[in-house]
């Protein structure tokens, strides 16, 4: 009986400390026009302010809570959860999003998208290159565990990627695109990151070199873009 009430006390603080988080992280019209301006929407109006907040609310509603979850389930409270975080609260916003927009459809201006409309070929590289060197690496020096782990990175970044090319059209056509280039360039950019970090574990010299690379290769892929791409 002690244990049960032990096990619902820390349930109960982490519950409250979830919930802390979600409120201090909960976006607002500033958080969306910020982040529009960043990836290259000049001056958006309220509709586009909107859409970029409802796009945000759906990544951080779920990241305190997988935060939570996550370092227990996999015995790390380092940088694997905080990437498994990501890239699980991006994949599940991705998967809500799959939903048709209740608002207007401008199909005139939002026609389909393909993946090099929204993810230029060089992230694409860059993405494929991380992937295919860290698994391998890892292959050939039998450390399966770890190839699961970077193949499963892979396999959600790539999820991630296509279903945000894939989304149903919603808003204004240049905020609709920038939304997609952010969640397709930042799922690539933590996939470099996370295979890294996994595909090469040794504390050699190539290993840092491997690990340096990736880390520039994350920073240069989830840098925001400042010009849309000319499908916009």
């Not at 958080?31 to 301006?37: A, D, F, M, S």
């Not at 970029?52 to 305190?64: D, Q, S």
């Not at 608002?103 to 026609?111: I, K, T, Y």
């Not at 050699?204 to 990736?214: D, I, K, T, Y």
Request: proline share 6%; net charge positive.
């Amino acid at each position: 009986m002690l244990q049960l009430d032990n096990m619902l006390l820390v349930a109960a603080i982490m519950g409250v400390f979830g919930l802390v988080i979600l409120i201090v992280l909960w976006p607002g019209k500033k958080h969306g026009k910020r982040l529009l301006k960043r990836w290259g929407v000049a001056e958006p109006d309220d509709g586009e302010v909107e859409l970029a907040v409802r796009y945000l609310k759906r990544r951080r509603l779920w990241y305190p809570w997988l935060f939570l979850a996550i370092p227990p389930l996999l015995d790390d409270r380092g940088l694997g959860s905080i990437l498994t975080t990501l890239l699980l609260g991006g994949l599940i916003a991705e998967l809500l999003a799959q939903r048709p927009s209740r608002g207007p459809r401008r199909e005139a201006d939002l026609a389909p998208r393909t993946l090099l409309g929204v993810v230029p070929v060089w992230v694409l590289v860059l993405g494929g290159l991380a992937a295919a060197g860290s698994m391998v690496h890892l292959g050939l020096t039998a450390q399966w565990k770890l190839l699961a782990v970077a193949a499963g990175t892979v396999v959600v970044s790539a999820a991630i990627t296509l279903l945000a090319v894939r989304r149903p059209p919603a808003g204004a056509p240049r905020a609709d695109l920038a939304l997609r280039c952010r969640s397709a360039r930042v799922a690539i950019g933590l996939g470099i990151g996370a295979c890294t970090a996994v595909g090469w574990p040794a504390g050699n010299l190539v290993s840092f070199l491997a690990v340096v690379a990736g880390l520039a290769g994350f920073l240069a892929v989830t840098a925001p873009a400042k010009r849309l791409p000319a499908a916009a």
